[in-house]
């Protein structure tokens, strides 16, 4: 379970934030998980639940945001968010696409008191 690392590696960027701005307390943390991040967002939560104990951030609430997956379509010139995890463009059937979107994994924004 990789997602143990991941949320180790969050709580320390976390803990770098807060101390940079004198915030005693981080109410919320909000991450973007792309569906092709290979992250998966429950196992996540489960292990934040875990570690967030003894950090700034022990009273926060983790958001997690699914980014579906986005193509770019070079065959229609077109930028396509779809739920398969395929690389056909939905608009023309051509494979001639690239990801552009959901394969990421971010900290997006961190809620913290001062």
Same mark, same amino acid.
Request: with cysteine; charged share 25%.
């Given at each position: 379970?990789?997602?143990? %690392?991941? !949320?180790?590696?969050?709580? $320390? /960027?976390? @803990?770098?934030?807060?101390?940079? @701005? &004198? ?16 992250? @998966? +967002?429950? /196992?996540?939560?489960?292990? #934040?639940? =875990? #570690?967030?104990? &003894? =950090?700034?951030?022990?009273?926060? $609430?983790?958001?997690? !945001?699914? *980014? ?9 010139? =077109?930028? !396509? *968010?779809? *739920? *398969?995890?395929?690389?056909?463009? +939905?608009?023309? &059937? %051509? ?5 552009? &979107? ?6 997006? %924004? ?5």
């Amino acid at each position: 379970m990789h997602e143990m %690392s991941i !949320v180790q590696n969050l709580l $320390q /960027l976390v @803990e770098m934030y807060a101390e940079r @701005e &004198g915030a005693k307390d981080v109410r919320r943390i909000e991450v973007v998980v792309g569906v092709l991040s290979g992250v @998966e +967002p429950h /196992l996540l939560r489960i292990a #934040f639940d =875990t #570690f967030k104990e &003894g =950090t700034v951030a022990q009273n926060a $609430q983790l958001d997690l !945001v699914v *980014e579906k997956l986005r193509l770019w379509c070079n065959s229609c010139n =077109t930028q !396509v *968010e779809k *739920e *398969e995890l395929d690389m056909i463009c +939905p608009l023309c &059937g %051509s494979v001639d696409t690239r990801v552009v &979107g959901g394969d990421e994994l971010l900290l997006k %924004s961190i809620e913290m008191e001062v």
